[in-house]
Protein backbone atom coordinates (compact mmCIF):
# COMPACT_ATOMS: atom_id res chain seq x y z
CA UNK A 1 0.00 0.00 0.00
CA UNK A 2 1.28 3.45 -1.16
CA UNK A 3 1.08 6.57 1.47
CA UNK A 4 1.64 9.56 0.74
CA UNK A 5 5.04 11.25 1.56
CA UNK A 6 3.79 13.84 4.92
CA UNK A 7 2.20 10.60 6.54
CA UNK A 8 5.37 7.67 7.78
CA UNK A 9 5.16 4.31 7.58
CA UNK A 10 3.17 2.34 10.41
CA UNK A 11 1.37 5.48 11.50
CA UNK A 12 -2.42 5.15 11.08
CA UNK A 13 -3.12 8.86 12.62
CA UNK A 14 -2.01 11.73 10.70
CA UNK A 15 1.07 14.16 12.14
CA UNK A 16 0.90 17.80 11.17
CA UNK A 17 3.46 18.78 14.08
CA UNK A 18 0.68 20.18 15.98
CA UNK A 19 1.61 19.66 19.97
CA UNK A 20 0.81 21.13 22.95
CA UNK A 21 2.43 24.48 24.45
CA UNK A 22 4.34 22.61 27.73
CA UNK A 23 6.38 25.21 29.66
CA UNK A 24 9.83 23.49 27.43
CA UNK A 25 7.91 24.25 24.45
CA UNK A 26 6.85 27.96 25.35
CA UNK A 27 4.95 30.14 27.61
CA UNK A 28 0.96 29.77 27.12
CA UNK A 29 -0.99 31.96 25.71
CA UNK A 30 -2.09 34.76 28.07
CA UNK A 31 -4.15 37.93 27.28
CA UNK A 32 -4.35 40.78 30.23
CA UNK A 33 -7.03 43.92 29.78
CA UNK A 34 -5.32 46.87 31.04
CA UNK A 35 -7.95 49.29 29.93
CA UNK A 36 -11.10 47.68 29.29
CA UNK A 37 -11.88 48.56 25.81
CA UNK A 38 -9.06 50.41 24.79
CA UNK A 39 -6.00 48.64 25.77
CA UNK A 40 -5.15 45.11 25.90
CA UNK A 41 -1.75 42.91 26.44
CA UNK A 42 -0.79 39.55 24.50
CA UNK A 43 1.69 36.86 25.81
CA UNK A 44 2.98 33.82 24.78
CA UNK A 45 2.42 31.70 21.33
CA UNK A 46 0.02 32.94 18.81
CA UNK A 47 -0.67 30.26 16.70
CA UNK A 48 -3.21 27.55 15.82
CA UNK A 49 -3.96 26.14 19.20
CA UNK A 50 -4.35 29.76 20.39
CA UNK A 51 -6.25 32.03 18.06
CA UNK A 52 -10.07 31.24 19.11
CA UNK A 53 -8.96 32.68 22.06
CA UNK A 54 -7.27 36.12 21.10
CA UNK A 55 -10.76 36.39 18.69
CA UNK A 56 -12.93 36.41 20.91
CA UNK A 57 -10.91 38.45 23.49
CA UNK A 58 -10.35 41.03 20.53
CA UNK A 59 -13.98 40.91 19.87
CA UNK A 60 -15.11 41.67 23.17
CA UNK A 61 -12.93 44.53 23.54
CA UNK A 62 -14.19 46.10 20.37
CA UNK A 63 -17.57 45.90 21.24
CA UNK A 64 -16.96 47.05 24.18
CA UNK A 65 -15.06 50.55 23.57
CA UNK A 66 -15.12 53.49 21.45
CA UNK A 67 -11.95 54.69 19.71
CA UNK A 68 -8.38 53.00 19.17
CA UNK A 69 -7.88 49.75 20.76
CA UNK A 70 -4.60 49.24 21.73
CA UNK A 71 -2.96 45.96 21.84
CA UNK A 72 0.59 45.48 23.19
CA UNK A 73 2.21 42.58 21.53
CA UNK A 74 5.52 42.63 24.18
CA UNK A 75 6.13 39.60 24.67
CA UNK A 76 4.39 37.42 21.96
CA UNK A 77 7.30 34.51 21.02
CA UNK A 78 5.51 33.21 18.27
CA UNK A 79 2.88 34.09 15.65
CA UNK A 80 1.92 32.12 12.41
CA UNK A 81 -0.47 32.31 9.59
CA UNK A 82 -3.65 31.81 11.80
CA UNK A 83 -2.01 34.27 14.44
CA UNK A 84 -1.76 36.97 11.53
CA UNK A 85 -5.23 36.17 10.22
CA UNK A 86 -6.79 36.71 13.76
CA UNK A 87 -5.01 40.35 13.37
CA UNK A 88 -6.34 41.13 10.49
CA UNK A 89 -9.75 39.65 10.84
CA UNK A 90 -9.87 41.94 14.25
CA UNK A 91 -8.50 45.06 12.03
CA UNK A 92 -11.72 44.55 10.14
CA UNK A 93 -14.51 44.04 12.50
CA UNK A 94 -12.84 47.00 14.38
CA UNK A 95 -13.30 49.17 11.20
CA UNK A 96 -16.45 47.80 10.43
CA UNK A 97 -17.17 49.27 14.15
CA UNK A 98 -15.83 52.57 13.21
CA UNK A 99 -12.58 51.56 15.31
CA UNK A 100 -8.99 51.01 14.84
CA UNK A 101 -6.82 48.52 16.45
CA UNK A 102 -3.59 49.75 16.94
CA UNK A 103 -0.68 47.30 17.09
CA UNK A 104 2.00 48.52 19.89
CA UNK A 105 5.36 47.36 21.24
CA UNK A 106 5.76 44.93 18.66
CA UNK A 107 9.14 42.32 18.71
CA UNK A 108 11.59 42.56 15.81
CA UNK A 109 10.74 39.40 15.03
CA UNK A 110 7.26 40.01 14.39
CA UNK A 111 7.84 42.92 13.09
CA UNK A 112 10.18 41.52 10.20
CA UNK A 113 7.31 38.96 9.75
CA UNK A 114 4.34 41.94 9.23
CA UNK A 115 6.56 43.41 6.71
CA UNK A 116 7.82 40.64 4.91
CA UNK A 117 3.86 39.56 4.28
CA UNK A 118 3.05 43.25 3.67
CA UNK A 119 0.47 43.55 6.43
CA UNK A 120 2.24 46.39 8.34
CA UNK A 121 0.39 48.25 4.83
CA UNK A 122 -2.76 47.30 6.09
CA UNK A 123 -2.70 46.69 10.17
CA UNK A 124 -2.19 49.91 12.08
CA UNK A 125 1.23 50.21 14.08
CA UNK A 126 2.48 52.17 16.72
CA UNK A 127 6.40 52.22 16.63
CA UNK A 128 6.87 54.94 19.11
CA UNK A 129 8.35 54.02 22.31
CA UNK A 130 7.43 55.02 26.26
CA UNK A 131 7.37 53.57 29.12
CA UNK A 132 4.14 52.97 31.65
CA UNK A 133 6.40 53.72 35.08
CA UNK A 134 7.41 57.20 34.36
CA UNK A 135 5.05 59.94 35.25
CA UNK A 136 3.24 61.66 32.49
CA UNK A 137 3.28 65.65 33.25
CA UNK A 138 0.24 68.03 32.51
Not at 90 to 110: C, W
Not at 115 to 130: G, N, Q
Request: hydrophobic share 40%.
Amino acid sequence: MRRPAWQPYGVRTRQYGVSDLTADRGAPLKIDVLRPGSMIAISGRLGATTVADVRNGLANEIERGTGDLVVDLHDVELVDATGLGVLVGAHRRADRAGRRVVLRRIPDRIDRLLVATKLHRVLCIDRSEFQLDEPISA
